[in-house]
């Protein structure tokens, strides 16, 4: 397609395997992270995989880093087409373990690091009237969870800035989309880099999916941008519905199962926390976790999510056809009636 894409939070998890599946479309990927080591090896796997990198070594909570990067991009590969924000950190512990500055500076990579993305891809969309912004949201936007609260209110706090940000675009008829991708438990590495208070390391909450299948959603939602916002996996479903229909039997339920859901007995990780400094400053990563052996790499909810336009037309042909085959022997019957 060749499309210029900006991916933040590009060297690790969802964020690299989004940046090898707009490559294999042949798009130039432009590459936003802190860490040298995971900023070459995802550039490295952007060429092979047929795209053309562009790694640059970006601080998403500084706003002016952020605009800094968009400029460099436009310099190098022309009009951005797809800006997609990615980029987090977290604390994993119960909240009143989390000090001031820690809820700061989670707030300001993981919901603050999506607004300035996306204010510079709109300084650059808007008088051009064309291109989209992808946020790529979670479950926990919806339903918050324990031991997890710094996270989950810089994701509940993206929902809101982009349905607001949605609503002025389509009150100026803009040509600029906006849309959200939530996912649900995911494998990346992410889970031996965030900074953890608990007794035992820390995992996601199973079902755990592959980032490949992330990958696959915000690829499609980029393609797909005006449908507002896209739930990928049936958890992710299932706690989304949860939340709006049983909130308060979702408390007590996270409040007997949250704590054992998210720890595991496993060897501890190695990387330090990346918190404050990039994990992947000198030891890249990669998009997988430690969690291979148990981890999904296919979704059917997401399958007959993103072919539902396809299994729709398919079943009202059905209809149709045993409509037309029905009213057909109504009518050889009433033949055979006839005097």
């Not at 490295?44 to 968009?70: C, S, Y």
């Not at 373990?97 to 808007?126: H, Q, W």
């Not at 915000?218 to 049983?246: D, M, N, Q």
């Amino acid at each position: 397609m060749d499309r210029v894409v900006v991916i933040t939070g590009a060297t690790g998890g969802v964020g690299r395997a989004t940046a090898r599946a707009f490559a294999e479309k042949g798009d130039r990927v432009a590459l936003l992270a802190r860490g040298e080591a995971g900023l070459a090896a995802a550039a490295e796997e952007v060429r092979q995989a047929g795209g053309t990198p562009l790694p640059i070594p970006v601080d998403v909570a500084d706003a002016r880093q952020v605009e800094e990067a968009a400029t460099a991009v436009e310099t190098a590969f022309g009009p951005i087409d797809v800006w997609v924000n990615d980029a987090f950190t977290s604390v994993f512990a119960p909240v009143d373990e989390i000090t001031a500055d820690e809820y700061r500076r989670v707030t300001e990579v993981t919901y603050l690091g999506y607004v300035y993305g996306t204010l510079a891809a709109l300084k650059r969309m808007k008088p051009r009237n064309r291109g989209t912004v992808v946020q790529v949201g979670s479950a926990l936007a919806h339903r918050g969870i324990p031991l997890q609260s710094a996270y989950c209110a810089a994701k509940h706090a993206i929902k809101g800035f982009t349905e607001s940000l949605r609503c002025e675009l389509l009150h100026d008829h803009s040509g600029v989309h906006v849309t959200m991708v939530h996912l649900p438990a995911m494998n990346t590495p992410q889970f031996d880099w965030l900074l953890s208070r608990l007794p035992l390391p820390a995992q996601p909450v199973p079902p755990i999916y592959q980032p490949e299948v992330a990958a696959k959603a915000i690829v499609h939602a980029a393609a797909h941008p005006r449908r507002r916002e896209y739930w990928v996996g049936g958890s992710t479903v299932g706690t989304i519905l949860g939340e709006k229909f049983a909130g308060g039997v979702l408390d007590r339920y996270l409040a007997h199962t949250g704590y054992d859901a998210q720890q595991v007995d496993r060897t501890p990780p190695h990387s330090g926390p990346n918190l404050w400094e990039a994990a992947d400053r000198r030891l890249d990563h990669g998009a997988h976790g430690a969690f291979d052996d148990t981890a999904r790499p296919r979704s059917r909810q997401w399958w007959l999510n993103s072919h539902r336009s396809a299994i729709l037309a398919g079943a009202a042909a059905t209809t149709a056809l045993l409509l037309r085959r029905r009213a057909h022997r109504k009518g050889d019957h009433a033949d055979d009636r006839a005097p």
